[in-house]
């Protein structure tokens, strides 16, 4: 039996490489997608992880919490913390650190590593352990930095060269003294690091004569918890705190999981969509090869095998198919993976560098879908086998379609719609987050209806079409007739383009109403042309909001400036903003009173006022981390939005209480709206600093839309998959429908349909499977779109829904395309069918 | 041997075919299915085409058809020769000129009686004649039954729908490949009348490829082919002279 089923394998080419092609894509489907996930979350993970080789014990400042109406604050690392630590009993010696952000930017102003990944710290002395030179020596002086040898490599600098770099405002140029190497995880993921001297980068980072931790080393010998209660003893409790070595990188790594787990579950999701459409294209394609060899499994119990020599001799051709297609699956996966992660980084969507990582679970998961679930696939069609009647072997005609009832298969599928279609409307009127898993489970559960429901489904919605293919004459007649001839069938076959188009649908319906709902509220709430920012969200120094203000063309400016103060008891984030003009930057509607920001007068939004229970004309005492109260008073409520919101009060009131002033975002007016020269201007002003981002209102919607849009390319990726899948799908179905209705094809060419009719047969066939598929799928999208619209309209309050009509009208035009491609070999072979072999009798 | 023309019968030609031949592949391996046959089939005539299994009796009938291709020699339709004719042209000529009736019916499944019996004027793009078409459904006796599937309908009324089918255009010949082979007796002979029927009351002419005595007792004349050639011919036959020449060429076959 072995050998029969073998010989199976290997007698039908055409046949088989059919269906390794259909395993292997639903293989490469799902590791290609596990390799994806893996590599971008170990990437992110190494990008956050730093190694802890030089540090036995690390001294950290302790944190003073806020208590009552005390702002919390951080004590200083002074130089007389590190000289005691250096000095205590095990220490050999003991590192500061200095860390802050710093831009560079490469040779043509651009800046190197996209932001929020440009770090900047002090190299230690003459010769720091951390960081080894390759090239030059120490920086020493304001005028010199070391950069990392990736850097230097990506933008070509050498040590000598004049580089630009910027901290938190006004540009330096510094020459490169050193170029060092790094186990910083960060710099292996593609972002930079450049370091001063010490004093030079306490200056820069605004920390003079502190540090951001103490690194001590032990004495050979010395344990690291011994070192750190030597420390404890030797250090004052009260204002520092010590950590080993050893539970740093614990923690680090423990903190690096949870970050991951949000990432790491999205993308898992992506890969369970993956497993489901590669399981049923497989299942549906061993549906499909042992109907074709009805007779043939026939012939083969009618010389005497048994039901379950048939049932295995249809596993073990499963089998071998599965193993082959699941190593060239993986193989492609693996392809697939790298792929995509580099049409991602050629998108401009930032994935950090690192290695390709294939883990043993992405093999199992890839041979086990192709072994396994081939297999599976062809347990259920392999015991169909086993149950043809030996007779069918004699009868000429091939085994015709089920005709067994569809009511069992109808009433599950409404059942399971009618759920998911419940719960799903039910997860809409939840509140955002709480409505998340309910709204899951019923799109699991409404796709699962449709997808049992599709048979039905196929004749209303194909004689919908009729009126259509009626102006094809005879040949669009049969084409619909043979759609809905084999309902099964037809549905399986459009399942694999539904399934794809309702993820992308969904999605892009949710992206194009959240762009809006973003779109909206920046136009409605800032009427300032631009907002001035640093590229790592970090805050800007003072004097950016001077240099603007004495540019070209700028007809007024006003910080957004952030301080912590006490209110109440409760630590309130204020913003201080220029309170003679703030009226004209912004746009936002006044809820209660009059909106005026001056001397005691502040304006609030309507969520702050409902907490504290204030309205216009109350008062209230803020203590800012100078400790000092300051009495004001409640001008206005205003609507707070996802820009804009809490408190708002005159620079001039808040700065005496800040030792300094850290500017969130300048919001810009200039004198003749915002233009391209306008931006120009105002990037001059600041000296074309590369670490400075100016946004328009559009950039600004776009940079907070940037995170679905990457999502979104994700999912077209994963389009362009499942849009494979299904042309394979439909090819497989029409060259077995072909196949089937020769005798039919034959006769038709007798009596005068001529070849090109045929082929528009096949072709129009296709197209209405193929639209078919589309049309469900872009329904359900649309749908979902919705559904999740209204969770999301709940945090948002311009959300509205937007259906791209154009792009779903593209959508059902690459149904069509999909149709048109996947019937271009059935058709030729309908065509070339020859006649007399079809028309024979036998 | 050819034919010899049959005197007090001349007729027009519906199809004619001329020192053809069909050779199939080369040299050692050469196989010559048909050879320099020269026959001729007249209007209002029933043909039957006989001849023991590979001489040539299908292929005969293909080539005139239209269906196959041919070596050498010439075919005729009416006035059309088919051996210079394309695809397309050939596709054309069958859809308007040659009706089929096949041994397995080869009705569409998806259509009902009386679609599959308009299809080939729905390929045309033609409205069919009413009132020929309500004489010819008349006469297979299917008025009731037009509406049914295939599947709904038995062996024998689905053939009388292939019959109806080729009749229905009007073709100046029908070829019929043993068109009672799938049918028990019965409808095999109702199936014949029908055919006989139609030549002698409608003036239609049919040629039918049978192996059954009985079948081509129903003809008008019997053609009877061995070894790609004519190699005799009865008028008017009977079950009883078929089957009586069918006895000497076996012989001869299995003395020679």
């Given at each position: 039996m072995f050998r029969t089923a073998l010989r199976n394998v290997l007698a039908h080419k055409a046949r088989l490489a059919m269906t390794v092609l259909a395993v292997m894509l639903g293989v490469a489907f799902v590791s290609g997608t596990l390799v994806f996930t893996n590599t971008i979350s170990e990437a992110y993970q190494n990008s956050s992880a730093k190694g802890f080789d030089q540090v036995d014990v690390a001294v950290t400042a302790r944190h003073q919490d806020s208590a009552g109406d005390k702002v919390g604050t951080t004590p200083d690392l002074t130089q007389a913390i590190l000289d005691t630590s250096a000095k205590a009993d095990g220490a050999a010696s003991a590192i500061g650190v200095v860390d802050g952000f710093t831009a560079i930017a490469d040779k043509n102003g651009k800046l190197i590593g996209?932001?929020?990944?440009?770090e900047g710290g002090n190299y230690w002395g003459?010769?720091?352990?951390r960081y080894p030179l390759t090239s030059g020596s120490a920086p020493r002086g304001a005028n010199q930095v070391a950069i990392d040898a990736d850097t230097a490599r990506r933008a070509g600098y050498k040590v000598g060269d004049t580089v630009r770099i910027s901290v938190d405002g006004p540009v330096l140029t510094p020459t490169i003294s050193a170029i060092f190497t790094t186990d910083d995880g960060n710099v292996a993921a593609g972002g930079s690091l450049a370091l001063f001297d010490t004093a030079t980068a306490q200056k820069l980072f605004g920390k003079a004569g502190t540090y951001d931790e103490i690194d001590v080393q032990a004495k050979a010998g010395t344990s690291q918890a011994a070192l750190k209660s030597a420390l404890d003893t030797a250090l004052p409790q009260k204002t520092v705190e010590t950590t080993t070595g050893k539970k740093l990188a614990d923690d680090q790594a423990e903190q690096i999981a949870s970050g991951m787990s949000g990432l790491k579950q999205g993308l898992l999701v992506f890969a369970g969509i993956a497993l489901f459409v590669g399981t049923f294209i497989i299942a549906n394609t061993f549906t499909m090869l042992v109907a074709q060899r009805t007779k043939e499994l026939a012939l083969l119990r009618a010389v005497g095998a048994s039901r379950r020599q048939v049932t295995r001799s249809v596993l073990i051709e499963a089998f071998v198919v599965g193993t082959v297609a699941g190593v060239t699956g993986l193989v492609a996966g693996i392809g697939i993976g790298a792929g995509l992660r580099a049409l991602m980084n050629g998108l401009g969507a930032t994935v950090p560098d690192g290695p390709l990582v294939i883990s043993p679970g992405t093999v199992v998961a890839a041979l086990a879908v192709g072994v396994l679930i081939t297999m599976l696939a062809a347990w259920l069609p392999g015991r169909r086998a086993a149950k043809i009647p030996p007779v069918a072997a004699m009868s000429s005609l091939h085994a015709k379609a089920t005709t067994k009832s569809l009511v069992l298969r109808n009433t599950i599928g409404a059942l399971f719609s009618a759920a998911g279609v419940a719960v799903v409307l039910a997860a809409t009127t939840m509140d955002g987050s709480d409505g998340q898993a309910p709204m899951g489970l019923g799109a699991v559960l409404l796709i699962i209806g449709v997808f049992i429901l599709t048979p039905l489904l196929s004749r209303p919605l194909i004689a919908a079409a009729s009126p259509l293919l009626r102006g094809f004459g005879v040949a669009g007649k049969l084409a619909r007739q043979n759609s809905v001839r084999n309902p099964r069938r037809t549905a399986a076959t459009a399942s694999a383009l539904m399934i794809g188009l309702t993820l992308i649908t969904g999605m892009t319906v949710m992206a194009g109403s959240l762009q809006q709902a973003i779109d909206k509220m920046a136009a409605s709430a800032i009427s300032a042309d631009y907002m001035v920012s640093m590229a790592n969200g970090n805050a800007l120094s003072a004097d950016v909001d001077k240099k603007l203000a004495a540019a070209d063309g700028v007809t007024a400016t006003s910080p957004l400036r952030n301080a912590a103060s006490r209110i109440d008891g409760k630590t309130e984030f204020v913003t201080g903003v220029n309170g003679s003009v703030i009226g004209e930057m912004t746009d936002l509607a006044v809820k209660?009173?009059?909106?005026e920001v001056g001397g005691t007068n502040v304006v609030v939004d309507d969520d702050t006022a409902t907490s504290h229970h204030w309205s216009a004309g109350s008062h209230f005492t803020a203590y800012f981390e100078d400790g000092k109260a300051q009495p004001l008073t409640v001008a206005a409520v205003y609507e707070g939005n996802a820009l804009i919101r809490g408190i708002m009060l005159d620079d001039a009131t808040l700065?005496?209480?800040?030792?300094k002033p850290a500017d969130m975002q300048v919001l810009v007016k200039t004198a003749h709206g915002a233009s391209s020269a306008a931006k120009d201007g105002l990037e001059k002003a600041l000296g074309s600093n590369p670490a400075i981002k100016v946004q328009d209102k559009k950039d600004l919607s776009n940079s907070i839309a940037q995170v679905f849009t990457l999502i979104l390319n994700m999912v077209y990726g994963l389009l362009a998959m499942a849009v494979i899948v299904a042309v394979l799908g439909v090819i497989n179905t029409l060259a077995m429908s072909v196949f089937e209705r020769s005798q039919e094809i034959g006769m038709l060419r007798a009596i005068g349909l001529d070849r090109k009719a045929v082929k528009r047969m096949v072709r129009l066939e296709s197209l209405v499977i193929s639209l078919f598929g589309g049309v469900l799928g872009i329904g359900l999208g649309v749908f979902f779109g919705w559904a999740a619209g209204q969770l999301l309209g709940t945090k948002m309050s311009t959300y509205e829904l937007v259906v791209p009509w154009a792009r779903m009208g593209l959508f059902l035009l690459l149904a069509a395309v999909v149709g048109v491609l996947a019937a271009l070999w059935p058709a030729r072979r309908a065509a070339r069918l020859n006649m007399l072999a079809a028309i024979k009798s036998e | 041997m050819t034919t010899t023309p049959v005197a007090?019968?001349?007729?027009?030609?519906?199809a004619r075919a001329t020192e053809l031949s069909k050779i199939y592949g080369q040299g050692e391996t050469q196989v010559v299915a048909l050879d320099r046959v020269s026959v001729e089939f007249r209007q209002a005539e029933f043909t039957a085409i006989m001849g023991p299994s590979g001489s040539g009796k299908s292929t005969l009938m293909h080539c005139v058809a239209g269906l196959d291709t041919f070596s050498s020699g010439s075919v005729r339709i009416g006035d059309t020769e088919l051996g210079s004719l394309k695809d397309k042209q050939l596709t054309k000529l069958r859809r308007d000129k040659i009706g089929f009736i096949f041994q397995a019916f080869n009705l569409l499944p998806t259509l009902t009686a009386l679609e599959n019996i308009t299809l080939p004027m729905d390929i045309a793009g033609r409205k069919p004649d009413q009132k020929w078409l309500d004489t010819v459904i008349e006469m297979v006796g299917l008025s009731g039954r037009l509406s049914h599937r295939p599947s709904q309908l038995s062996g024998g009324q689905q053939q009388r729908v292939a019959v109806a089918r080729a009749l229905a255009s009007r073709p100046d010949i029908i070829f019929g490949d043993?068109?009672?082979?799938?049918?028990d007796s019965r409808s095999g002979a109702e199936v014949l009348g029908f055919l006989r029927n139609s030549v002698r009351e409608l003036g239609q002419t049919v040629v039918m490829v049978t192996h059954d005595p009985v079948a081509a007792a129903y003809a008008d004349r019997v053609i009877f082919l061995a070894d790609g050639r004519i190699v005799d011919e009865v008028l008017d036959p009977t079950a009883d002279s078929v089957l009586d020449l069918m006895k000497q060429f076996d012989a001869k076959g299995r003395t020679s």
């Open positions: 996209g932001g929020f990944r440009s003459g010769k720091d352990p209660d009173g009059r909106f700065s005496p209480h800040q030792k | 007090g019968r001349t007729t027009a030609v519906a043993e068109p009672t082979g799938n049918l």
